[in-house]
């Protein structure tokens, strides 16, 4: 009734009205159409005729409804993305200030998806996000939003909460429903998410600081070892914010040339000659000083930035020992870690040749450290990739306990071990155990971490052929090893 009373207020004082209305076809059906009304005045100046002209505007009004879909929904999922998430949020946030109640987000992230999208490919990785998308909407009430903000971020809104333990409950609910393998094509894929809440008004008074502030929980619930939730606290915005300083510095760390390799001295343990030495990443950051390798690898691992910062290692390790032969010096074995990331590339055999390639130096010079855990992710493939770098002459090394694969020049027994030998029976015991089964493998042993006579003299009398450590020498930059290698014989690469 008000429409038409403004309506026909406007055609009386100006003689012409426009607008939008809803109209009815001859079958019944409503319509909305555009309609021009516009009054014909007799000689006395009143209105005597009215004359409408109208459009069919239900196309125009799908089309505009289609448009504000595309802008306020995600295309794959076809959940709500970041910019309605937004405008839902602002509102709850307002709604939640008037009644003095409190409010939730929770920041999920998939962990390890990559993985997926990497080994499987981008259209199962797809498949993954709209069941995850599906499953998480079957978890929450019909007022909470589940949005997801792109790749496998994915947020819910959860609005007029009575405490902020319930959203602990609904995490709960979601690590619950995500339990269950995903049934894609011929795979059955488990996926577990990190989650990380932030509550108004405790963790910030407006969207961006909430959002914010559940992202950074969400990083540290990964750090927990992920599959797990937690709320967002002063403390940890603070050590988020340093980890992303420290991720933003490590990308800049490749061109500013504040890389540098260390090498850690290996001996025979027997005439105690100097045979090899491992190459050691050093990260020198002008405003912090010296970053230790167990703060920046983990980022660098977790971020890809170890696949280009890995390249330049194995390339600097190469130069440097042709660098040494080129001098004159003896010949030295040089070791170099190969993260799982790295040993994940195809091309990894490839990279290695163009790393000795451009150096010059003859494949028996190098090493190359791997883990059991990378060894065993993808034994058929992986075996193909052993294959290709022991073809090309290549030593290699296993770098901690492990089960022995033929091709390997020999295992290394963790410092964890050595530290008390030859005092801890356990140890000492296990330790003989690693260097008889060695032995009956066809293969040697390096002990790292190696301080005390005594554990030299433990290590010999049991037949470990070399070892690293702090009783002989410290990790040291290129110019030490040089002074080092000039007082020792040359050193024939076993196993060559």
């Excluded at 390639?357 to 791997?370: H, I, V």
């Excluded at 855990?373 to 075996?383: A, I, K, N, P, V």
């Excluded at 030998?421 to 296990?430: K, S």
């Amino acid at each position: 009734a008000d429409f038409y009373r403004q309506m026909w207020h406007q055609l009386r004082d100006t003689g012409a009205w426009s607008g939008e209305i809803w109209n009815r076809r001859k079958d019944g059906s409503l319509y909305p159409e555009w309609l021009n009304i516009s009054s014909v005045r007799d000689e006395g100046g009143q209105a005597s005729h009215y004359i409408a002209a109208f459009s069919d505007i239900t196309e125009r009004k799908a089309a505009e409804a289609q448009v504000r879909h595309l802008a306020e929904y995600d295309a794959l999922t076809n959940l709500p993305n970041r910019v309605l998430l937004q405008d839902r949020l602002g509102q709850a946030i307002a709604a939640a200030r008037r009644a003095g109640s409190c409010l939730a987000l929770l920041f999920l992230d998939l962990d390890r998806f990559k993985n997926i999208n990497d080994s499987l490919g981008h259209t199962v990785g797809d498949q993954v996000l709209c069941q995850v998308g599906e499953r998480l909407l079957t978890a929450v009430r019909a007022s909470d939003t589940v949005s997801r903000l792109g790749g496998d971020e994915f947020v819910l809104l959860l609005p007029q909460l009575e405490s902020p333990a319930q959203a602990a409950s609904v995490a709960e609910k979601l690590l619950h429903t995500l339990a269950t393998p995903l049934a894609i094509d011929d795979y059955e894929l488990a996926v577990t998410p990190s989650i990380g809440i932030a509550v108004f008004p405790e963790d910030g008074e407006d969207g961006d600081t909430l959002l914010k502030n559940a992202d950074a929980a969400m990083y540290v619930a990964k750090e927990s070892g992920r599959n797990n939730y937690q709320y967002f606290t002063a403390a940890m915005n603070a050590r988020v914010s340093q980890r992303l300083l420290l991720e933003n510095n490590l990308r800049q760390a490749l061109a500013r040339q504040e890389l540098a390799l260390h090498y850690q001295p290996q001996y025979d343990l027997h005439s105690g000659t100097l045979v090899g030495c491992e190459a050691l990443l050093r990260w020198r950051q002008p405003e912090q000083g010296l970053i230790p390798p167990d703060r920046f690898i983990p980022v660098a691992e977790e971020t890809g930035l170890i696949l280009p910062i890995g390249q330049w290692v194995l390339r600097e390790a190469c130069r440097q020992a042709q660098a040494w032969q080129d001098a004159g010096l003896p010949p030295l074995v040089v070791a170099v870690n190969i993260s799982a990331v790295q040993f994940r590339q195809a091309n990894l055999a490839a990279l290695v040749q163009e790393a000795l390639a451009a150096s010059g130096l003859s494949p028996c010079w190098l090493e190359l450290e791997l883990t059991e855990s990378m060894l065993m992710e993808d034994g058929e493939r992986h075996t193909q990739t052993l294959a290709q770098l022991k073809a090309m002459g290549i030593r290699l090394a296993l770098d901690d306990f492990g089960t022995g694969y033929s091709s390997l020049a020999y295992l290394k027994i963790d410092r964890s071990f050595i530290r008390d030998l030859p005092q801890d029976a356990e140890d000492a015991a296990i330790t003989t155990a690693i260097i008889g089964m060695a032995r009956d493998l066809g293969l040697e042993t390096l002990a790292e971490g190696v301080e005390t006579e005594q554990q030299w003299s433990f290590l010999a009398e049991r037949g470990c052929a070399q070892m690293q450590g702090f009783l002989r020498a410290r990790p040291m930059p290129a110019d030490e090893i040089t002074a080092l290698l000039g007082r020792h014989g040359s050193a024939t690469p076993a196993n060559g």
